[in-house]
Each structure stands twice: as structure tokens, then as C-alpha cells.
């Protein structure tokens, strides 16, 4: 069974703290998203990856980094978290042009809450 | 970006009823897909339909699209109380592999 998996379903961190989210995929997709997801904001884009090492910024990026030094990981870093970074973050993969015959899969979801 | 916009945002039905919830785009489109997300979990891709379909069954879901409307229904028939959930589409751009979901129809299915 195909899996993205991240790593914490629940995480409560304190404000200014260093926040790593992990998320692995066993499927050898090349592209990999992080998505945030807010009540009445629907889901949005924070960063993607194409390749190993490869980034693009995707929609609100700010107060984001990402990390991909192996294909099958993608890490999501909240620099210094902020409490209106909680949200629920999730992780999803897929082939190279996906969107054109593949749906993408996602994880289970990250639910940080900062305080 | 393009993106999907679900209409209604609320939809509450009785189990074995029929449920339809709409989506419209405004671009032009390679596909548009169709996933599910229960609550407080990740999203599931459920259907693709291709801009030269018209419409598209998989088991008790089906799905239409109508390219000169840049709109898409999806129906699930004979609803059960486990369809409760959040339903999104997105639309797939011809050019890139970037998908937009908007806020989503959230699907109550009462036993």
C-alpha cells in the first residue's frame, strides 16, 4: 500500500521555537507539496519540490523554508514558529506531470498548534 | 493559480439520499479531479475526468464535466452516513503539474 507518511499527526510548540514537519513518501514520486489548510481558506500552497534539492515557493511562503536532500523526504521549517502558524499541514507526492493522468497523495496530516 | 470553487460549502442529506455538489473553474483545463478529505485527515483522490469527457463512473460516484460552463458536478448515489466528509476539486492546467483546491463542500450524511 502506497504511503506518504508524516511524522506527527498532533505537535504543540512554543512561540519562537524551531519547528521541523517531516513527511516521507514510499512511491518514488519526484514532486513533493506542503500545504496548509485553514477554515474557510481551503488548502494553500506553501512550497513544492520537483527534484532532489529543487524548491519553488508556492503561494504564502513566508515564515517557511523547506528542506529535500533525499527524494523520498520533504521537510517543512517554521523558523521561528508564530501563532498564526496553527494550522493543519499536509504533506502530498506525485509523478512528474501527475496532474495530467494522477491524482496526488497526500498524508494524514500535521495539526500544530503554536502557543 | 487556478482553482476550483465548490458550490455549496454545506450539504445535509438523509442516508440513501443523492448527493450533488458542483465545482466551477476559469481557465481552460487538462482534467479535473475530485478528492475527498474526512475530518481532520489528509485528502484521498477519488475521480479524474478528462476535458474531452463528459462524464465518468466509478462505483457510486459520478462525475461530469461541462468545458463550455468550466464546471463539474459530482454525484453520489444512494448516500451512507461514511460519505460524511469534505469533498474538493481541482482543476489540472494544460500546462504544469500544479493543483489549486479551493475551500471545499462539506458533505453531512445523517443515518
Known amino acids: 500500500d502506497v504511503k506518504v507518511t508524516q511524522s506527527s499527526r498532533y505537535l504543540v510548540k512554543r512561540t519562537g521555537e524551531k519547528v521541523f514537519l517531516e513527511c516521507v513518501q514510499d512511491?518514488?514520486?519526484?514532486?513533493m507539496f506542503w500545504y496548509r489548510q485553514d477554515p474557510g481558506l481551503g488548502l494553500r500552497l506553501i512550497y513544492f519540490?520537483?527534484?532532489?534539492?529543487?524548491?519553488e515557493k508556492g503561494d504564502i511562503p513566508e515564515g517557511y523554508s523547506v528542506s529535500r536532500e533525499k527524494k523520498e523526504r520533504f521537510s517543512l521549517i517554521l523558523e521561528s514558529a508564530s501563532t498564526n502558524q496553527t494550522s493543519m499541514y499536509l504533506c502530498?507526492?506525485?509523478?512528474?506531470?501527475?496532474?495530467?493522468?494522477?491524482?496526488?497523495?497526500f498524508g494524514s496530516g500535521t495539526r500544530l498548534t503554536v502557543v | 493559480s487556478q482553482q476550483g470553487e465548490e458550490d455549496p460549502q454545506a450539504l445535509s442529506i438523509q442516508e440513501g439520499e443523492n448527493a450533488t455538489m458542483n465545482c466551477s473553474y476559469k481557465?481552460?483545463?487538462?482534467?479535473l479531479q475530485w478528492y475527498r478529505q474526512n475530518s481532520g485527515r489528509g485528502l484521498v483522490h477519488l475521480i479524474l475526468?478528462?476535458?474531452?469527457?463528459r462524464e465518468k463512473h466509478s462505483g457510486r460516484l459520478r462525475v461530469t464535466l461541462d468545458t463550455s460552463k468550466k464546471s463539474s458536478s459530482l454525484l453520489i448515489t444512494a448516500s451512507r452516513a461514511a460519505d460524511t466528509a469534505s469533498y474538493f476539486c481541482?482543476?489540472?492546467?494544460?500546462?504544469?503539474?500544479?493543483?489549486?483546491f479551493g475551500g471545499g463542500t462539506r458533505l453531512m450524511v445523517k443515518p
Open positions: 502530498a507526492s506525485s509523478f512528474p506531470q501527475a496532474s495530467l493522468n494522477y491524482g496526488y497523495t
Open positions: 512511491m518514488d514520486h519526484e514532486n
Open positions: 519540490s520537483y527534484d532532489v534539492k529543487m524548491k
Open positions: 481557465t481552460s483545463i487538462n482534467n
Open positions: 475526468i478528462r476535458s474531452n469527457e
Open positions: 481541482a482543476p489540472a492546467r494544460n500546462a504544469g503539474n500544479m493543483l489549486t
